[in-house]
């Protein structure tokens, strides 16, 4: 949803049912329920987001960032910041988990190292 939401700039309530609708039915209804939380919770807090992964990325803008890697960081800011329950090395996990599987190796390392530094300093780093 966010990789679709990033690249089409719909309003996200267009992106969610399209989504929906186009992926098999969940047959967890609170899978689904989390997937939902999750791609609302980044979308409100895009900025935020947005802005930390600006301070940590060094010579890398966030426009030139390919769309699969920076829709996995916002993700797993996220929930870094925004989903105690989600401990910070499951989060990290699940979001190299998705960029071995749709991005490559290389992105793996540079994700887990910008994740990594937002769990220990991100707080710090955020707007005011």
Wanted: net charge negative.
């Amino acid at each position: 949803m966010l990789f679709q939401w990033d690249f089409g700039r719909n309003a996200p309530e267009i992106v969610q049912e399209l989504f929906w609708s186009n992926t098999r039915p969940a047959e967890d209804e609170a899978l689904r329920s989390f997937a939902n939380q999750l791609f609302w919770g980044t979308v409100r807090n895009i900025e935020e987001i947005d802005h930390l992964i600006r301070a940590y990325t060094e010579r890398w803008s966030l426009e030139r960032m390919p769309a699969v890697d920076r829709n996995i960081l916002r993700l797993g800011i996220y929930e870094l910041l925004h989903q105690p329950e989600t401990p910070p090395a499951v989060a990290i996990n699940e979001a190299l988990e998705i960029a071995r599987k749709f991005s490559g190796e290389e992105a793996v390392q540079f994700l887990n190292g910008i994740l990594d530094r937002v769990r220990k300093e991100g707080i710090s780093a955020r707007p005011a």
